[in-house]
């Protein structure tokens, strides 16, 4: 069975979704402009490093630059991000598990944006931050995770 070239239907949601269940993994691609691509490999390392490259490659299929807010589009399983949004890699890594965690509900069939999807899918964040900041051996990564999570722990999500 193919991954569906859009995740958009309900024929097609269940067929990606059934792939993932089983294992199917993305190969990932980033679109965009040099210094765009660039970011997203410090922030993909940083993602590596946690140990969660795997969970983004099951649900995300590309990250793309775009002049716009950044967003998630489950049809495409694909980050579309501005170049702003990567300009901390800490940052962004988090953002590519938070929204692969949107995907993944999607692809369930739960309720993956509101109040509650929104909740869950920061708390995938702040445990990618906790991980990382355990797994990194680089003072300034685990320092920036602890100034995140600073942030995040005074968030309206919590």
């Not at 993994?25 to 490093?49: I, M």
């Not at 980050?79 to 995907?103: C, R, T």
């Amino acid at each position: 069975m193919k991954f569906p070239k859009r995740i958009y239907t309900t024929e097609e949601v269940k067929k990606a979704g059934k792939l993932t269940k089983k294992g199917y993994k993305h190969r990932l691609r980033v679109k965009g402009s040099p210094g765009f691509k660039q970011k997203v490999k410090q922030a993909l390392k940083l993602v590596k490093t946690a140990g969660y490259y795997n969970f983004l490659r099951t649900y995300l299929r590309s990250i793309v630059e775009i002049d716009g807010l950044t967003q998630l589009r489950e049809a495409d399983a694909a980050i579309w991000a501005n170049k702003y949004a990567m300009e901390n890699p800490v940052d962004a890594a988090s953002l590519f598990i938070q929204k692969a965690n949107h995907m993944k509900e999607y692809l369930e069939g739960k309720l993956y944006y509101g109040g509650a999807a929104e909740t869950r899918s920061v708390q995938k964040r702040i445990e990618f931050l906790e991980i990382l900041k355990k797994k990194s051996r680089k003072k300034e990564i685990k320092e920036e995770c602890e100034r995140l999570l600073r942030s995040w722990s005074e968030s309206i999500f919590l």
